[in-house]
């Protein structure tokens, strides 16, 4: 039996672990020697050394924004076996799990809700993993060892919470083994079902919707509108500032304050190129509108869109339908369109739940939340099935009009 000591610790800046060692246990490209048989590396951009780097070093996520970094580190005989991304926050924006209602309640009642702990990607509504662990560990001790450790860092830094969001399902009920509450809400995401073309994915649609998302395509690019997928050193420093424009401008209207500042853009630029889709249009010479997507393994993740000119469905061309393309063309498995959003539902997304996983210090409001969170799941899956239910996809071989 392995008697050695697994030993936590958190830092204050992802600058602190090198990106050697991050990446063992967030990204592992390989199997080592010795990790479990069939283990198979899956890539997530967003739980990358260089992501949490760029969002970092540009001032994007710092104390001064509200994110401070507090990473949980679990080391055995001196080496990394497991991280947890996590931040100490003083408020709960840029999140897209929300618990403003929480908050309020719990200030009402003559408690600080703040500081709290986030274990999460700072604005990136995007399911990955949380509890990153070195393949060639003993997995369920690790990720147990880092549950208690979340724990016993919100008491360390009297907070009164941590929130572990858009978690994988099975790190969702690892927590709640561990005494954390359980949050479920929904997406739309757009599954490849090994489709050879755009037309392979039109042809699985009713009439309708197929009429309607053609109809939508073609009126996207009129008026000398042009599309154009940049990856890799196709994304210059100009392109950059295009995109920047529409971010602040898209941004600024439904946030009121973007998160991201620009020299986060030049980061990823040089350290993830190749991670990074940018979807572009085009019009009269100049940049009009864009949208930023990140590549996995088997998913691309669309993030931000903006634009400062306004086209009928050019959001619609820009965001899902070039995503769906890309994804077709290049054997990826699965779309997942951000936060939000049940028009997806019309252009072939549909709806797929998200995990979130919750420890409340006070009992009292640990009570009141749990019985809150239990109607909420029932409604959650509900919600799923009769969305699902409403999609776009032909129901019966007898949907198949001509267009």
């Known amino acids: 039996m392995d008697s050695s000591e697994i030993t936590l610790e958190a830092v204050s800046s992802v600058s602190q672990v090198t990106a050697e060692e991050w990446n063992a246990c967030a990204n592992p490209r390989a199997c080592p020697d010795g990790s479990p048989a069939g283990f198979k590396s899956h890539y997530n951009p967003f739980v990358s050394h260089a ?33 947890v991304p996590c931040y100490l926050k003083s408020h709960s924006q840029g999140e897209y799990v929300f618990d403003r209602g929480w908050a309020d309640a719990y200030d009402r009642a003559g408690g600080s809700y703040y500081p709290k702990l986030q274990a999460s990607v700072p604005f990136t509504p995007a399911t990955g993993p949380r509890l990153l662990v070195r393949p060639d560990v003993d997995q369920n001790e690790i990720r147990s060892a880092l549950a208690q450790g979340l724990m016993a ?24 083994d561990h005494g954390f509450l359980q949050r479920t809400d929904q997406q739309f995401h757009w599954r490849n079902q090994d489709y050879r073309s755009f037309d392979d994915f039109l042809a699985t649609l009713n009439s309708r919707h197929r009429k309607a998302i053609k109809r939508e395509r073609r009126e996207a690019v009129t008026n000398g509108i042009t599309i154009h ?21 898209t941004g600024s209207r439904k946030w009121g304050r973007p998160y991201l500042t620009r020299s986060f853009f030049s980061l990823i630029g040089e350290t ?48 899902y339908y070039q995503a769906i393309e890309y994804a077709i063309t290049h054997g990826l498995k699965t779309v997942e369109a951000g936060a939000q959003g049940e028009h997806k539902i019309a252009r072939g997304y549909l709806p797929q739940t998200t995990y979130s996983a919750h420890f ?19 409604y959650v899956a509900e919600m799923g099935r009769e969305l699902t239910e409403a999609g776009p996809f032909r129901k019966s071989d007898g949907d198949s009009d001509n267009d």
């Open 360 to 378: 409340i210090a006070d009992p009292g409001l640990r009570h009141a939340i749990k019985d809150y969170l239990k109607r909420e799941r029932a």
């Open 51 to 83: 992501f949490f780097s760029a969002v970092e070093a540009s001032g994007s996520a710092t104390p001064r924004t509200g994110w401070g970094p507090r990473h949980l580190l679990a080391r055995r005989d001196g080496v990394i076996a497991g991280i």
């Open 153 to 176: 860092l919100c008491q360390a830094m009297d907070a009164s919470s941590v929130h572990v969001t858009f978690a994988r399902e099975s790190e969702w009920k690892l927590l709640a």
């Open 229 to 249: 997928a940049l990856n890799g050193s196709d994304i210059t420093e100009e392109a950059w500032d295009s995109f920047f424009a529409f971010y602040m401008e």
């Open 272 to 319: 993830m190129a190749k991670d990074v889709l940018l979807i572009m249009a085009r019009r009269n010479d100049r940049w009009i509108a864009g949208a930023i997507n990140f590549i996995g393994s088997d998913t691309l993740f669309g993030r931000n869109w903006g634009a400062i000119e306004h086209h009928p469905f050019l959001h619609f061309e820009v965001c």
